[in-house]
């Protein structure tokens, strides 16, 4: 069975930075789309960052220049580096994946289970 599940969240003054990471656990052969969402109460979740498998990103226009997806070194892995943190980055982030082949089959839209981002002022 597969799983994400996302790390590293926490509390932060604005200006500062969290990495978020997170693991996909299973018998996985690879992974397409990796990215990461974020929602705030009464709003609906939104676009932070995605990567495809060969390394083409895409974010959202409000944290360009501030926030970096990347893979992580452990296989099935893959990190949001979070720079210039504002309040308005406050939100539940979650990381997601696309598309996932494992051992003969392909499974699609895979999401964690969430952890919190709170950037006081």
């Known amino acids: 069975q597969v799983q994400l599940v996302e790390s590293g969240g926490g509390s932060v003054q604005a200006g500062g930075s969290l990495r978020l990471s997170c693991a996909a656990s299973?018998?996985?052969?690879?992974?397409?789309?990796m990215g990461w969402y974020r929602q705030t109460p009464g709003n609906q979740r939104a676009l932070v960052a995605t990567?495809?498998?060969?390394?083409?990103?895409n974010y959202a226009d409000s944290v360009k220049g501030r926030f970096t997806i990347s893979r992580g070194i452990v296989k099935n892995t893959w990190n949001l580096q979070m720079n210039g943190l504002k309040p308005e980055d406050t939100a539940v982030y979650y990381c997601?994946?696309?598309?996932?082949?494992?051992?003969?089959?392909?499974?699609?839209?895979?999401r964690g289970q969430g952890t919190q981002v709170t950037v006081t002022s």
């Open positions: 990567m495809t498998s060969s390394g083409n990103t």
């Open positions: 299973g018998s996985i052969d690879s992974i397409d789309g």
């Open positions: 997601t994946a696309d598309r996932i082949d494992t051992g003969g089959d392909t499974l699609f839209g895979f």
